[in-house]
């Protein structure tokens, strides 16, 4: 609930989500503030994007204003489940004074990232060709189970975010391909959602 409005509440909806700053508008927030405001029950403020020392993004927030707190907290928490919002997520409900007084967890999605070298991504690399026939072959095998939905690119390594209903399947399409290319155990693949969530 605010200062100015005992009918507002500040709502943050931390994404864990290695989302870039567009893609996260059209995913979560245009629909957000589409449907907060078309059934009555806020508005979307804004939004930011954490990044590591490394350059890496490694969460976003979105911040809303509610106008009935009852229907509008599970009214968001239905429409990020249906957007995709993975494990790890929450709606934080925020107190008069601005700081945390309710934490509600949000997803149902999970993530597992592929970490490769860097210069593998250098047209000059033995490996780009390959590489690139690589994505092209786990893009053919996109589903609701299976998306590259981020990347990010470091100095020594770099990382694609994969994320589904399954991290098992995910993981299990991933090093089904890898086993077809020269490179493949160099690869390393980590979860990036929490197991037990």
């Known amino acids: ?58 969460s976003s927030d979105i911040e809303l204003t509610l106008y009935d707190l009852q229907n509008g907290i599970p009214f968001v928490i239905a429409l990020l489940t249906e957007l995709g919002a993975p494990k790890g997520s929450k709606l934080v409900v925020m107190n008069d004074e601005n700081e945390p007084q309710q934490e509600i967890p949000v997803g149902t999605v999970e993530g597992v990232a592929l970490r490769i070298k860097s210069d593998w991504l250098d047209e000059s690399s033995p490996h780009a060709e390959e590489f690139n026939t690589l994505l092209d072959e786990l893009m053919t095998q996109y589903t609701d189970d299976f998306e590259l939905q981020g990347s990010w690119q470091g100095d020594d390594f770099s990382e694609l975010y994969f994320y589904g209903a399954s991290a098992a399947t995910i993981t299990n399409t991933i090093e089904s391909s890898l086993k077809n290319y020269s490179f493949g155990s160099q690869c390393e693949l980590r979860m990036i959602t929490p197991v037990n969530a």
Request: hydrophobic share 30%.
């Open 1 to 58: 609930m605010s200062d100015t409005d005992e009918n507002e509440w500040f709502v943050l909806v931390h994404l864990n989500h290695k989302i870039k700053p567009l893609d996260r508008g059209d995913r979560y927030e245009d629909p957000l503030d589409d449907a907060l405001q078309d059934a009555g029950f806020g508005e979307l403020n804004g939004g930011g994007t954490a990044i590591s020392d490394t350059g890496e993004i490694t």
